[in-house]
Nanobody, 122 residues
C-alpha cells in the first residue's frame, strides 16, 4: 500500500507563490507516474499536472501552463508543485495521485493523498 501525504498549502495573495510537496511511502522501491489534481468548492476534481516516472516528461492543463511546475525527487519519493502567479481561481483542495494510469488526465490512479487547501485571495 502506497501512502501519499501533501504539504505546503495555505493562504496567499493573488500574484504570490506556493510550493506543494507530496511524500510517498510504502512503494517498496517502485516508482509511479505522479500527478496533481484539484477540486474547488462545488466543482468536480480536475487534472492539474503530471510527471512521468523518470521525470523526463511533464504535462499541464492549459489554465496553469507557464505558471505551475511539477517536479520530482525519486531519491526522496517526493513530487512537488511550484505554483507562481497564483490567481483566485486557483483556490481549491489540491491532491496528489500516483499509479500507472491509462491516460494522464483521467487515470485511473491507484493512490491518492488526503489533499491540502490552497486559498488565493484577491
Amino acid at each position: 500500500q502506497v501512502n501519499l501525504v501533501e504539504f505546503g498549502g495555505g493562504l496567499v495573495q493573488a500574484g504570490g507563490s506556493l510550493r506543494l510537496s507530496c511524500a510517498a511511502s510504502g512503494a517498496s522501491g517502485r516508482t509511479f507516474t505522479m500527478a496533481w489534481f484539484r477540486q474547488a468548492p462545488g466543482k468536480e476534481r480536475e487534472f492539474v499536472a503530471v510527471i512521468t516516472r523518470s521525470g523526463s516528461s511533464t504535462f499541464y492543463t492549459d489554465s496553469v501552463r507557464g505558471r505551475f511546475t511539477i517536479s520530482r525527487d525519486n531519491a526522496k519519493n517526493t513530487v512537488y508543485l511550484q505554483m507562481n502567479s497564483l490567481k483566485p481561481e486557483d483556490t481549491a483542495v489540491y491532491f496528489c495521485a500516483s499509479g500507472q494510469p491509462a491516460t494522464f488526465r483521467t487515470g485511473p490512479y491507484d493512490y491518492w493523498g488526503q489533499g491540502t487547501q490552497v486559498t488565493v485571495s484577491s
